[in-house]
């Protein structure tokens, strides 16, 4: 939530945002058993449903110099299998990366992926669910065949489970990895980490490691087309102007 708040031009303290919602929770508590009733959005997603996707900066030790990075964050939603990929920026064909290479990890594309409002993704924010695309994000959904779904602004709660794997990341990956050659080489050594996690780590919600749900999950996710370009095709038309020009004396 603090994130949230600061893109939105928030410049107090995490402590205070987090007394805030201690302070939340507590009335909500109180009001509960007063009443006897809540009101609880159960987030509850099918086999093959959807995945959510996030950013974050982080930093790692590569060539011997401490280097700031933009890590990508990719889960699915019913398994909770996750990948994690680190880049120099957040550019559109990072972006496309990302995806591609988290799709390739879990063996196919779910049907929707759900993203707060990036800038490579929402070009304009509108009223409600309203949102204008970025043509080239659009084009790579439209790729990939899944549907894209934005959160409410400030709402980092609607992709709770990519947030949550944000701060287990930096305490699975970050605090213990070593010193790396070059982006590539950390890269690979993310993506052998995540897929070991996914064999240690309990589900809970349904039986067995998150590896034995995604063993469920794979035959309902859809199948994986070619990575996409990145590129948007445009027609246009070429008016050429042709000049008398003075004969070559020969």
């Not at 690979?188 to 034995?212: F, M, N, V, Y």
């Amino acid at each position: 939530m603090h994130a949230d708040l600061v893109k939105l031009g928030y410049d107090g303290s995490y402590g205070r945002v987090a007394a805030f919602a201690r302070a939340w929770r507590a009335d909500r508590h109180r009001a509960e058993q007063t009443t006897g009733r809540g009101t609880y959005v159960p987030l509850v997603f099918q086999p093959g449903e959807a995945f959510q996707f996030d950013w974050s900066e982080d930093w790692a030790n590569i060539g011997g110099e401490r280097v700031k990075l933009q890590v990508a964050h990719i889960k699915l939603s019913h398994s909770r299998v996750f990948l994690v990929r680190a880049y120099p920026l957040q550019t559109h064909e990072m972006l496309f990366d990302a995806h591609w290479h988290a799709f390739r990890v879990f063996g196919g594309v779910p049907g929707r992926g759900i993203y707060d409002n990036m800038k490579t993704a929402v070009d304009r924010v509108g009223k409600g669910k309203q949102r204008d695309v970025n043509a080239r994000f659009k084009a790579m959904a439209s790729h990939y065949v899944f549907e894209p779904e934005f959160c409410n602004p400030a709402a980092g709660w609607e992709k709770g489970q990519v947030e949550k794997n944000v701060q287990d990341a930096r305490t699975r990956l970050w605090q213990v990895m070593p010193v790396f050659c070059d982006l590539a080489e950390l890269n690979q050594w993310l993506e052998d980490r995540c897929i070991a996690l996914w064999a240690e780590t309990k589900h809970k919600a349904l039986p067995g490691s998150i590896a034995d749900v995604w063993e469920a999950e794979k035959p309902t996710l859809m199948a994986l087309p070619p990575a996409f370009d990145g590129f948007v095709e445009h027609s246009k038309r070429v008016v050429i102007a042709v000049r008398n020009l003075p004969k070559t004396a020969v």
